[in-house]
């Protein structure tokens, strides 16, 4: 691969990582629920994940699984039930006021962070196929097994580097504040976010 194939499979790494989606409303929901530490754990996790899809695309195992769509329609709905999962707690969080005396605040999960992160990931097969097609136009035959290995680190890097530049964007002092202000109206809103991504997912697979 030329210096340009890799700057342009960079930029559009970076563009999907960075677009809106179930992925980007996770690592919001681990941010808002265990600080920053969390998020920085649900962005490893997620990153994980991006990595496993992208080495097996790049490998071209990709094939098999996009191209067996009862495998392709649990794997979504598993997702789907997630992010309803998520989606649930953090509505019902926002319906409760949070403690003002520092001893009774739960400690941060940031394992479960991490969980989260992998799972939303792992459990979207969308991602394998994106990284399938867009991996056919820098794939070629003779290529080692190396090379693939280090086109799936950079798309999982770019992914973990991304997610981490939001989290500490979202736990800055100033939004920080923002966000310990209004919790309840924001932790409301990203609860209906996840729910209705959830719901919009298993509503596709019923109507596929």
Request: aromatic content about 10%.
């Amino acid at each position: 691969m030329s210096i340009s194939d890799w700057f342009s499979l960079a930029l559009i790494c970076i563009l999907g990582a960075t677009s809106p989606g179930p992925s980007l409303a996770v690592i919001i929901a681990s941010t808002r629920t265990n600080g920053r530490r969390g998020g920085l754990y649900a962005s490893v996790g997620h990153g994980l994940g991006i990595f496993i899809y992208a080495l097996v695309a790049a490998t071209s195992l990709s094939y098999i699984i996009t191209n067996h769509k009862p495998a392709f329609d649990l794997l979504q709905l598993a997702g789907a039930f997630l992010l309803l999962w998520l989606g649930t707690r953090l509505f019902l969080a926002g319906m409760k006021a949070r403690p003002t005396d520092a001893g009774e605040v739960a400690p941060p999960r940031p394992g479960s962070s991490f969980a989260n992160g992998f799972a939303i990931a792992i459990l979207n097969p969308k991602i394998a196929a994106f990284f399938a097609v867009l991996f056919s136009q820098f794939v070629a035959p003779g290529q080692g097994t190396g090379l693939h290995i280090a086109m799936a680190m950079l798309a999982g890097l770019i992914d973990v580097v991304a997610y981490i530049l939001i989290v500490f964007a979202l736990s800055g002092q100033f939004l920080r504040h923002i966000l310990d202000r209004h919790h309840n109206i924001l932790d409301f809103l990203l609860g209906a976010l996840l729910l209705l991504l959830g719901l919009s997912l298993i509503a596709s697979r019923l109507l596929d």
